[in-house]
Structures are given as structure tokens and as C-alpha cells.
């Protein structure tokens, strides 16, 4: 079994490794027989292959396309409403909040995650006990089975697997597309709150594994385009996102890192895979842009986790519970500028999330086999993408329940 555990978080039995590979075969041949590459190979098999992490910045790009920087801000921090609508970078947050002494709610800290609701949801259908105790772990307390498995669900080893799969998934995933739970009318948000009030793992119906695996295999082929004096360079972003028709993908951070990665790799004959273990990861945090009364924050404000050896999937950002300071006590220093830390897109903007490939040798390219693409009839003018009418949408909705209830302006929590 070529992968194992994301970030190896989890020591699993060899029949729960197997079915996450599984998950992780399924996906991809169902997208191989449109996109499949020699140029991509779902795990390596080249020994001289190397390690190479593809990084991107985790705060939602669209809403800032689209409108300006201070509205992505508002409406990425706008609570789950915020999260289900755009947090679509293979990275989302929640910010925790709790009462001051004076009783006044204000934000404690930031949750980000960056894990698979497919690895979750595998645990959900075949190991109920492991998947509570990873749970557990995370928040600090264990759940009820019912925040997991729903109304009534007192002893999930008493349901078959399928019955537990739906029933995770209606609670805690949504249906992830996945044609079965579509069939079983689980809805693509889900019901439950443990997942809407912590950031345990994404939830967003982009951030998917065979989201992932899509982009990369988009990629994965030598895109080239003519020189002045007819010979081959690779193709810009603008020329290999309309390819297809998809467009809009150029107007996200995640999508065009991923697919630009793979093409300049498959443009020097280099074959592209998912290093062992596959998985979204937090490669980096830009913490020094924060300060806390004048100096750096503590570092028990800054953890780490779901993950070893750099390959993280979990960042706590803020004081714990039995701290008495809150989130708000830390300062955003950006040039002149210093103002309190109240939500989650200020620290994902910092946070370089992706996941690690590994990319073969270089070898000869046929000429037969470079993808030569025309001159674009202009750039992605991404301000003018559909997405956009839906985040003015969101604005809208956003501004007005603002003007109804002004208190409820701060951030409750983190597409």
C-alpha cells in the first residue's frame, strides 16, 4: 500500500490503511480515463524522484478578485456562513470565542485545519472508536456519538458500515459529492455543528481528494506555446486555464500553484506523483507579523498538529482556555499599520498550504507530445468571473444582518 496515514497523524491497522487507499485509488481512476498523463503517475516509481512541497497561500482569493481586501476579510471571517461560501483553498478556519471577565464574547483563538473529509469519513464508516478518539484529541474532550453520527446514533458499532457512513456524512461532511450519499439524499452542508464551531477537518465541497487529484492530473502535461522564432516555451497561467473552459480555476491561489507545478515539470519530461503520505499540509506560518504586547507572540500561542516531520494539518493560533488573555491582545504589524487580531483571514493569509509531490528525473519530450496552446484572446479578467455575482450575493446578505444586528459584527468563526 503505497500511502500512508495524511501527515502521518495516525498509526493505522493494516484493514484501515488499505481502505484508505482505496478512497485515495477510487478517486483517481475515476478521473484517469479524461486526464490521465504519462507525465503523472499516482504514486512514484522513479527512485531519483524528489520531494518537492507546492505551496500557496491559505486565504480565500476570490472574494478579494472579485470585491476588495476588506471585504474578502469580513466575509471569510463571517462565521460558517463565511467558511461554507469561500473558504475553497484546501484550507479552512473557525475562531473560537469565550467570555472576558466582564462577560463580553470575544475571539480566543484561530483553528485552521487542512485535513481531508475523506480520511475522516473513511474512519467514520469502518472505525467509529479510532475516529471519537482522534476527535477527542483534537478538541480536548470527547463527543457524544450523536455530535458524530447524528439523532439517536447511541452506539454507532450497532449500524452497518453504510448506515454509518450517511450518517457521519449528514452530520459532519455534507455528501462530498460522492454519488451514494447524493442518492441517499445526505445534503452537500451538513447538519451538524462540532465541525460548523471547530475547524476538525474541511468541510467545503472543493476541498475534496479528488479535487486535489483533478488538479494536479490537469496539470500534469508538457502545455507549451510558440516563440517569436517558433520554438516552445511553457504556457502561461491564462493559456492553460482556458483550456476546457475552466477559467474560473485561474482565479484561485490553490489551483493555479497545483496545475502551473505540474506543467513545468511535465514541460521538462519530469513525471509528477503525491509523495507518501498523501495529504493537504501547513508548510509554513509567517508568525513574526504578530505581535503581543510589543514583542513576539509566545510561543504556546503557535501549535502545530495532525502531523510530524513538517507535515502538519492542524495550526492553533491564539491562547488556550486557561490563558486570560484573547485573540484580539495580538497586533497585525503591516508597515505603518498595527490593529487588533479579531479573525482567522489575517493568519491564513500567512499560511502556505499544499501538498508534497514527488517529481521524477528529466527526460526528452516528443515532439507529439507537447499540448501547444494558441495565444489567449486576452487575460482572465477574474473580476468578470460568475463566482462573483454569488459573493455580491453573500455581501449583500452580509451588510444586511450587520444593519440588523450591529453587535453581531465580530468574527464567530472561520470555502
Not at 5 to 25: C, H, S, T, V, Y
Not at 313 to 331: K, N, V
Not at 390 to 396: G, V
Amino acid at each position: 500500500m503505497p500511502f500512508s496515514a495524511p501527515g502521518g497523524a495516525d498509526d493505522l491497522p493494516p484493514d484501515l490503511l488499505g481502505r484508505w487507499n482505496e478512497e485515495i485509488q477510487t478517486r483517481f481512476a475515476q478521473l484517469e480515463p479524461g486526464l490521465g498523463s504519462r507525465f503523472f503517475r499516482l504514486e512514484a516509481t522513479d527512485p531519483a524522484a524528489q520531494r518537492v512541497p507546492v505551496t500557496w497561500f491559505g486565504n480565500p482569493a476570490e472574494p478579494g478578485f472579485c470585491l476588495d481586501a476588506t471585504t474578502a476579510r469580513r466575509l471569510s471571517d463571517w462565521g460558517v456562513r463565511g467558511r461554507r461560501a469561500l473558504h475553497n483553498e484546501y484550507c479552512e478556519y473557525a475562531v473560537i470565542t469565550a467570555p472576558d471577565s466582564e462577560g463580553r464574547l470575544r475571539p480566543k483563538r484561530v483553528q485552521v485545519t487542512t485535513e481531508l473529509p475523506e480520511y475522516h469519513l473513511m474512519l467514520a464508516t469502518h472505525a467509529p472508536r479510532l475516529l471519537r478518539e482522534v476527535i477527542s484529541k483534537i478538541l480536548g474532550s470527547e463527543p457524544r456519538w450523536e455530535e458524530l453520527y447524528g439523532p439517536g446514533a447511541t452506539d454507532p458499532e450497532q449500524l452497518g458500515p453504510k448506515q454509518r457512513r450517511v450518517r457521519f456524512a449528514r452530520q459532519l461532511t455534507g455528501n462530498c459529492g460522492e454519488r451514494d450519499l447524493v442518492e441517499a439524499n445526505v445534503p452537500s452542508a451538513p447538519a451538524g455543528s462540532l465541525n460548523a464551531v471547530n475547524a476538525l477537518f474541511m468541510a467545503h465541497p472543493i476541498n475534496g481528494l479528488d479535487d486535489l487529484i483533478y488538479i494536479v492530473l490537469f496539470g500534469a502535461r508538457p502545455y507549451a506555446r510558440r516563440t517569436a522564432s517558433g520554438g516552445l516555451e511553457p504556457a502561461g497561467r491564462d493559456q492553460i486555464f482556458r483550456v476546457g473552459g475552466t477559467e474560473a480555476l485561474a482565479c484561485r491561489h490553490a489551483d493555479p500553484a497545483a496545475a502551473l507545478a505540474a506543467a513545468g515539470a511535465a514541460f521538462q519530461g519530469r513525471t509528477v506523483s503525491f509523495a507518501d503520505p498523501l495529504g493537504m499540509y501547513i508548510h509554513r506560518f509567517a508568525s513574526d507579523v504578530f505581535l503581543f504586547e510589543g514583542g513576539p507572540v509566545p510561543d504556546p500561542w503557535i501549535r502545530l498538529g495532525r502531523g510530524a516531520n513538517g507535515l502538519h494539518q492542524r495550526l492553533e493560533f491564539g491562547p488556550g482556555d486557561d490563558d486570560p488573555h484573547f485573540l484580539d491582545e495580538i497586533t497585525l504589524v503591516e508597515g505603518d499599520l498595527e490593529e487588533p487580531l479579531t479573525g482567522g483571514y489575517d493568519v491564513v493569509r500567512r499560511v502556505e498550504v499544499g501538498p508534497v509531490a514527488a517529481v521524477g528525473a528529466p527526460s526528452p519530450v516528443g515532439d507529439d507530445e507537447f499540448v501547444v496552446l494558441p495565444d489567449p484572446p486576452g487575460p482572465i479578467r477574474c473580476g468578470e468571473a460568475r463566482v462573483c455575482d454569488s459573493i455580491r450575493q453573500l455581501k449583500a446578505a452580509f451588510d444586511a444582518a450587520h444593519e440588523r444586528i450591529p453587535s453581531a459584527a465580530g468574527p464567530r468563526g472561520g470555502r
